[in-house]
């Protein structure tokens, strides 16, 4: 039977650890619901332009933009992969850097010429220790991500599709589906395939029976709305993996502390034991030289 | 009453009620009061002023779109702000940089012009906002 001391010993630092699980759990609860907020902020933004698509299609404008169309052959190709700066998240960081891994060797086979970036501390030294080339890290992505950080990265691809010299963006990400489910996502952001903006835009019967007047025309209106509309998609993309990494760490903390709280019972009884079986070995000995001195 | 509701990618700045809303357009300003027909327009960089009784409020958009139907004035601009907040050093520091910088090819020549544009916008709103 071990030693009841170095069973304490163990209980406490196991009382420890759980004291600091806690902690980080009830943290990732409190900046879940932020980056929750801030989600759910973002929503009428992606509404608005969808409702603003339709009613341009209504107008009889056939939708058609250089971002929409696939092109001919594709010959350079960029990945993004969305992980988060911190461990301690479960299955988070580890998901996307197997998913992220199998797309860029699938692109790899596929295409020529194609350029990895990634954001996150974690999934940038995931891929370093497989010896993969980063062509551009970025660490500055916390549980908030900005517009105007976005933005800038944004206008980069952008810039990059119009002058040639990516053909293809595809991004894996962590989608949120809700508390319960997140799922990693692989998405080609450009071409941007449709306006729609995405399955979740329910074709709405017309709101306004209107002619609406365009200024200066529906072209030129469109012009605008691609690109803004597809800054507004990796947005929503940042924001995603920003709600869904503090989920895994709320349920990857919650889990830790209930694994905690069951080590300190059982240790608790096994060192209940050993003490309460060294006082018995103790009296069987006293009595025992009692008996001897009769 | 004109519902006037702005709305940027981060969140709904704006969600209130107004006489009148006067907007930059992509080539001036536009003014809609009640009743204003359908319209859909581009936005430039400038003041967006709202008018409700003698209250007059200022805030700064960064371009986007406006849409006007039924008395529902909807903004969807990238930055939305009170002409207060803005800052005039670091506009001045972008016309700066933008007017110094060469550009060569129509995208990088119309990029510039819309740096310079935002950013004269800027510093004329943050200037007018200390003079008042």
């Given at each position: 039977m071990a030693h009841p001391r170095e069973l304490d010993k163990r209980r406490k630092s196991i009382r420890n650890i759980r004291k600091i699980t806690r902690t980080m759990e009830l943290i990732a609860t409190a900046r879940f619901k932020k980056a929750m907020d801030r989600a759910a902020a973002a929503t009428p933004y992606t509404q608005r332009i969808t409702q603003l698509v339709t009613d341009l299609t209504q107008a009889g404008l056939t939708v058609s933009h250089p971002l929409l169309e696939q092109r001919e052959t594709t010959e350079r190709a960029a990945l993004l992969l969305l992980t988060a700066?911190?461990?301690?998240?479960?299955g988070f960081n580890g998901n996307l850097i197997r998913t992220g891994l199998r797309q860029w060797e699938k692109l790899n086979e596929t295409v020529p010429a194609c350029r990895l970036e990634i954001a996150g501390k974690r999934g940038i030294s995931g891929f370093k220790f497989r010896g993969q080339q980063i062509a551009q890290e970025f660490t500055h992505f916390e549980d908030k991500p900005s517009f105007a950080e976005v933005d800038v990265i944004a206008n980069r691809y952008l810039d990059e599709y119009v002058a040639g010299k990516i053909d293809r963006l595809d991004i894996v990400y962590m989608k949120f589906h809700g508390v319960a489910r997140q799922q990693v996502a692989v998405e080609t952001l450009l071409p941007l395939g449709s306006l729609a903006g995405g399955s979740t835009a329910v074709p709405e019967s017309p709101t306004h029976e209107s002619q609406y007047e365009f200024l200066p025309s529906p072209e030129s209106i469109l012009e605008e709305v691609v690109p803004t509309s597809f800054k507004a998609k990796l947005f929503k993309c940042f924001l995603d993996s920003a709600v869904s990494e503090q989920v895994a760490r709320m349920v990857a903390m919650k889990a830790a502390t209930e694994n905690a709280s069951e080590l300190i019972k059982s240790l608790s009884m096994q060192y209940n034991r050993a003490r309460q079986g060294r006082i018995t070995s103790e009296l069987m000995d006293l009595i025992g030289g009692v008996e001897a001195l009769k | 009453m004109l519902q006037c509701i702005v709305v940027t990618p981060e969140a709904t700045v704006l969600d209130t009620e107004a006489e009148f809303v006067a907007l930059p357009l992509y080539d001036g300003e536009i003014g809609i009061g009640l009743g204003h027909s359908p319209l859909i327009g581009r936005l430039g960089y400038g003041e967006l002023r709202l008018r409700s009784g003698e209250e007059t409020s200022s805030y700064y958009a960064d371009g986007g779109f406006v849409q006007v139907a039924d008395n529902v004035v909807s903004v969807l601009t990238e930055r939305c702000l009170?002409?207060?907040?803005?800052d005039a050093e670091v506009a001045a520091e972008q016309l700066r940089s933008a007017l110094s910088r060469s550009a060569s090819g129509e995208d990088q020549v119309a990029r510039r012009q819309r740096s310079q544009d935002q950013a004269r916008a800027q510093v004329r709103l943050a200037t007018r906002a200390v003079q008042r």
């Open positions: 700066n911190r461990g301690l998240c479960g | 009170p002409i207060t907040e803005l």
